[in-house]
């Protein structure tokens, strides 16, 4: 696959699978292109116990509930809008990763086109 | 009063740890809650106790920071590389309400199977033995598709059977 950034050596895991639904990110208002860089682009030398892979990804969530359970819990995310994304085969691969069974990451390939989120809520 | 942290464990993850436990330098605990994108935690010093009844969902988080065991508040940054420090806020200070979560609000269940249960064995036998198809398995594991409780319990009897017999398993 043709990623959207430089990845680690065996990222994504063979555990990842390709997404083929509708899934919900937090990102800007209005929504920015650096919102679908990983936290590995925007902070390059940021290291803070975080899996490297996992830091090369994307958070995004497959439920529109637990995505605002997270708003309504963490205050930094609060103000945050709520984007949805209908992700096919080619825009990448994901992984359930974290403790909440609804969280995946996303490895970004270069098929992926911003253009095609929705606003669902700010 | 400064203390150094250490990152225990992710409780909340978006990009980065937005929630998570921590320890100071003689294994004290705490629980850290990000409150701005700089990124800025604040945190409280608990009881392994408390913290236990946060992990299962027995306390919600606004209860755990509006009323902090020790009655007081740290503010955390991430220093350099991986060193967070946390800083005693002046006592009498409290933090902004906006800086709480909001109430009623528990940490999202965890995920039914873990896969890290799964890496020494395979996928096949323990479906085989739970009498499972191992495609749905796989998709259980991988966190694509949630199974039910009822589902949950068979592969982890399963998962418990194979391993017993790894146990009775005598060569000498």
């Not at chain 1, 909440?100 to 606003?119: A, G, L, M, P």
């Not at chain 2, 740290?74 to 309400?97: H, N, S």
């Amino acid at each position: 696959m043709d990623w959207f950034e430089k990845l680690p050596v065996n990222c994504p895991s063979a555990k990842a699978v390709s997404p083929e639904s509708f899934y919900f990110r937090l990102g800007s208002i209005p929504p920015d292109e650096s919102d679908f860089w990983s936290h590995r682009k925007r902070f390059p030398y940021k290291e803070f116990k975080v899996d490297e892979c996992i830091a090369f990804s994307l958070s995004l969530f497959d439920s529109l509930e637990a995505v605002e359970r997270l708003k309504r819990t963490i205050p930094a995310l609060r103000k945050k809008t709520i984007v949805e994304l209908d992700l096919r085969p080619a825009d990448g691969l994901i992984q359930q990763t974290g403790n909440d069974s609804h969280h995946f990451s996303w490895w970004r390939s270069k098929e992926f086109n911003t253009e095609k989120i929705k606003i669902i809520k700010s | 009063m400064i203390v150094d942290l250490h990152l225990e464990e992710t409780l909340i993850f978006h990009d980065e740890p937005q929630l998570f436990s921590a320890t100071d330098q003689i294994g004290g605990y705490y629980i850290c809650l990000a409150v701005d994108d700089t990124p800025q935690y604040i945190a409280v010093a608990i009881s392994y106790a408390r913290l236990q009844e946060l992990k299962l969902g027995k306390i919600d988080l606004w209860s755990i920071f509006s009323s902090p065991e020790l009655g007081v508040w740290f503010k955390v940054v991430l220093a350099e590389k991986i060193k967070l420090i946390g800083e005693l806020m002046p006592a009498g200070e409290k933090i902004p309400l906006d800086w709480l979560p909001i109430k009623g609000e528990y940490l999202p269940t965890m995920a039914k199977l873990r896969p890290e249960a799964f890496e020494g064995v395979k996928i096949s036998t323990i479906a085989k033995e739970a009498k499972m198809n191992p495609t749905l398995l796989r998709q259980y594991v991988a966190g694509i598709k949630q199974p039910s409780h009822d589902q949950a319990l068979r592969i982890q009897e399963a998962l418990h059977r194979v391993a017993q017999r790894l146990l009775d398993s005598q060569f000498v």
